[in-house]
C-alpha cells in the first residue's frame, strides 16, 4: 500500500488514483481481474471508497474508456488548431488522430470496450460517444463541403464505421497505421467533395 493510498485524498484525486489504478490493472491482468473490491484493495482504500466513486463495475470502465477517450478528444482538437483550413489537411489530421488513438490507447482501450460489449449501460455511453464524434466531425468538415447538414451527418457517420473496420485491420497487424490512416483520409476527401 502506498503512502497516497492509505491517506485522506481529495475526492477528485482519489477518483484519478483509482483510475490509475484500475488502468494499470487491466494493462497486467485483463479486465476480468477488474472488480470494484479487487480496485479498492490494490489502491489500500475500502470497498465503499471504490463503489461511492463509481457505483459499479459497468460504472468504473465506463469512466476508464471516457478518461481515454477524453485525453484523445482533446488532442485531435489542438491539432485541428493547428492545421490549415484545407479539406485534405482537415481529413488527414482526423485520420491520423483516430488512428492514433487505437496505437496510442494500449490494449487497455480495446479491453475495456470488450468487456463491456452487451451490457446496456455502455451500449447507451458508446451511442452518446459516437454521436458526439459525429457531431464534432460535421464541425470540422463543414466549412470544406456543400453537402446539407443532414447529408453531411450521415456521411460522418458512415466515416466513423468506416474508420472503426480500418482500425480493427491495423490492431490486426493487417496494415500499418500510416497506410490506416492515408487510407481513412481518402475516403474522407472523396466522400465529403462535392
Excluded at 459499479?56 to 482533446?74: K, P
Excluded at 475495456?112 to 452487451?118: D, E, P, R, T
Excluded at 459525429?134 to 443532414?150: D, G, I, K, R
Aim: proline fraction near 2%; include cysteine.
Amino acid at each position: 500500500m502506498s503512502e497516497t493510498s492509505s491517506k485522506k485524498l481529495p475526492k477528485a484525486q482519489r477518483r484519478d488514483q483509482l483510475l490509475d489504478i484500475a488502468q494499470t490493472i487491466v494493462r497486467e491482468e485483463g479486465t476480468d481481474a477488474l472488480t470494484l473490491g479487487y480496485l479498492a484493495e490494490r489502491a489500500g482504500v475500502s470497498k465503499p471508497v471504490a463503489y461511492e466513486h463509481f457505483k459499479t463495475r459497468s460504472g468504473l470502465l465506463i469512466a476508464l474508456y471516457a478518461e481515454i477517450d477524453a485525453r484523445q478528444v482533446t488532442v485531435l482538437k489542438d491539432a485541428l488548431t493547428r492545421t490549415r483550413r484545407r479539406l485534405e489537411d482537415v481529413a488527414r489530421v482526423v485520420s491520423r488522430a483516430y488512428m492514433n488513438c487505437y496505437t496510442s490507447a494500449g490494449p487497455e482501450w480495446h479491453a475495456i470496450s470488450a468487456a463491456l460489449k452487451g451490457d446496456e449501460e455502455m451500449e447507451a455511453f458508446q451511442r452518446e460517444l459516437i454521436d458526439s464524434y459525429v457531431a464534432l466531425y460535421c464541425e470540422a468538415f463543414a466549412p470544406y463541403t456543400n453537402l446539407s447538414e443532414e447529408e453531411l451527418h450521415l456521411r460522418c457517420v458512415g466515416i466513423i464505421g468506416a474508420a472503426e473496420a480500418i482500425s480493427r485491420e491495423m490492431i490486426r497487424g493487417r496494415v500499418e497505421e500510416a497506410k490506416a490512416a492515408a487510407t481513412l483520409a481518402t475516403l474522407i476527401i472523396r466522400g465529403l467533395s462535392t
